[in-house]
């Protein structure tokens, strides 16, 4: 008899739901297409390396790794079809070390690999939060953990997703999860930097190679990695003169084209200065890259990373970073396409997006992948996202607002009779470092004069500093209706003049 048949007491067949055969059916397809991925992307192929390292180096996990991965390419774990990166199949011995050896002063120490568990696991991500790594750090440390369970045939040991937190809160663990979203702008351009000045110091002063590195990534979008491994001249051939080919040095070594922008002719002419200089002093090196002939690809990043330092070209420096240059690159990408500015810097209103949302889709699609991506939802990692632009705006505002309430007192002992909040702020946005939120103010009794109306401001803004802690730049206002994309912070409610939202 059949699997799926059944007979009743008195002998008669009786076929099954054909439904229920159908979905039986379906499952076995899907197991079946399961397992089939499970193995391309190598889930299982360190059972037999890990029980060798084990018999080759007994009790010492740390030789064990290093057998691991000097006999073996690894596949991803999703995505295409593809073998690690050089980086990150590098990262996962060096991380897998450093976990073990924390094993001991946590009073759980292996003595082979093999024997890494749950429990380890959660030994470790309960030191990480006590050093106070970031969210995105130990997610970082746990991806690598999980792609090993993974290969060792036991990716039930790490869940992921909501599972993975669900799992951690269950061990009194709470683990945020990874902001993609920026809520600054990254741009050195619009963090108040010039970054043609700052390369064209470093290039005056005897780097012209690193200058020039820096320059592909402000110009054509390129990660520093990339722009390690470029030949300019072959990427060029590749694209016919229409842009830059990349393929050398990207993630999984996956192929991209870069093109000249479209609208903006200006900065189009620049890449093209910045293709050239990059072709004369790639000519200088035997294998046509942009590099320092003679030094490996390890001394030209640490060389890199050295003038980063030198010019304060870090976080706790400049407040900038190389791969800024990168957002900015994207940033500008997606005003050349769509015409609108990207939505990290807070210049629009959300409506205006929304208003003009099938350009905005195209725009992020195209960001995402001339910068190299899969999904058109990582482009908000680079300019931001239209969707919580608007909330994002209204925070801003109330919290500006916020700080202003204590200074209502100043404004009407000064005798303003109306202010808004104008500029930057005025639009929800943020205030950068060293810049003054600008308030445009309407006074009572004005007679006219400038010297007198210009020594009402400046009490006025000394009284608000003194006041908020902020730094103030009043200024006046003398048309009869309010400032375009303003919020009102002074207002009459009945008969007292209130600090508050009235309104954008």
């Known amino acids: 008899m059949k699997k799926h048949e059944a007979r009743s007491s008195d002998g ?16 076995q397809r899907q197991k079946a297409k399961e397992q089939e991925r499970m193995v391309k992307r190598g889930d299982g192929m360190f059972r037999k390396p890990i029980a ?5 180096h007994a009790g010492d996990p740390i030789r064990q790794i290093g057998y691991l991965f000097s006999v073996r390419t690894i596949p991803a774990a999703k995505g295409r079809p593809r073998f690690l990166g050089d980086k990150r199949f590098s990262d996962m011995p060096k991380h897998l070390t450093q976990f073990v050896r924390m094993l001991p002063s946590l009073r759980c120490p292996i003595q082979n690999i093999g024997e890494l568990g749950s429990a380890h696991v959660i030994a470790l991500v309960r030191a990480w939060q006590q050093r106070g790594l970031s969210a995105g750090c ?29 799992f951690l809160q269950t061990k009194g663990l709470a683990l945020e999860g990874r902001q993609y979203i920026p ?26 190679v690193v200058a020039c590195q820096m320059e592909m990534l402000y110009a054509w979008g390129l990660r520093d990695n990339e722009a390690f491994h470029l030949r300019p001249a ?22 991209r084209t870069v093109y000249y922008l479209k609208t903006n002719q200006e900065f189009a002419r620049y890449q093209k200065e910045v293709l050239e200089r990059a072709k004369a002093l790639a000519a200088l090196h035997p294998r046509g890259e942009l590099s320092i002939p003679g030094m490996t690809l390890k001394r030209m990043k640490n060389h890199f990373h050295w003038v980063m330092r030198k010019y304060r070209i870090h976080k706790t420096g400049l407040g900038i970073t190389p791969h800024g240059l990168r957002h900015q690159f994207a940033c500008d990408l997606f005003q050349d396409v769509c015409g609108l500015s990207a939505p990290v810097l807070g210049l629009l209103p959300a409506a205006a997006y929304t208003q003009h949302s099938a350009v905005v889709s195209v725009a992020l699609s195209e960001v995402s992948r001339q910068l190299g991506h899969e999904r058109k939802t990582i482009s908000a990692a680079y300019v931001g996202s239209t969707t919580r632009l608007g909330k994002t705006q209204l925070a801003r505002t109330r919290e500006w607002l916020r700080k202003l309430a204590p200074a209502g007192s100043v404004f009407l002992a000064a ?18 470092e ?17 010297k007198a109306a210009a020594a009402r401001l400046q009490a006025l803004e000394a009284a608000l500093d003194r006041q908020t802690g902020l730094k103030i730049k ?20 009945g008969n007292s003049p209130t600090v508050g939202s009235a309104g954008s």
């Open 52 to 56: 060798i390292a084990r018999a080759l």
């Open 474 to 493: 009043a200024l006046p206002w003398l048309d009869t209706g309010p400032p375009e994309d303003a919020t009102e912070i002074l207002f009459r409610e």
């Open 415 to 432: 005798g303003v009779r109306e202010a808004w909040m104008v500029g930057a702020c005025g639009r929800g946005g943020l205030l950068l």
């Open 434 to 450: 060293g810049r003054a939120m600008k308030i445009a103010v309407r006074l009572e009794d004005d007679d006219g004069s400038f």
């Open 234 to 255: 072959e990427s060029e051939r590749e694209t016919n003169g229409a842009g830059l080919g990349v393929t050398r040095g990207t993630k999984g070594g996956k192929h």
């Open 12 to 27: 008669e067949l009786h076929l099954p739901d054909p439904r229920m055969v159908n979905a039986e059916l379906r499952r």
């Open 138 to 166: 130990i997610q970082n440390y746990l991806s690598i953990l999980r792609r090993f369970f993974c290969l060792a045939g036991r990716a039930q040991v790490i869940p992921e997703g909501e599972k993975l937190l669900a």
């Open 183 to 208: 809520e600054l702008q990254k741009g050195w351009r619009d963090l108040g930097h010039d970054p043609l000045q700052l390369i064209e110091q470093i290039r005056s002063d005897g780097h012209p």
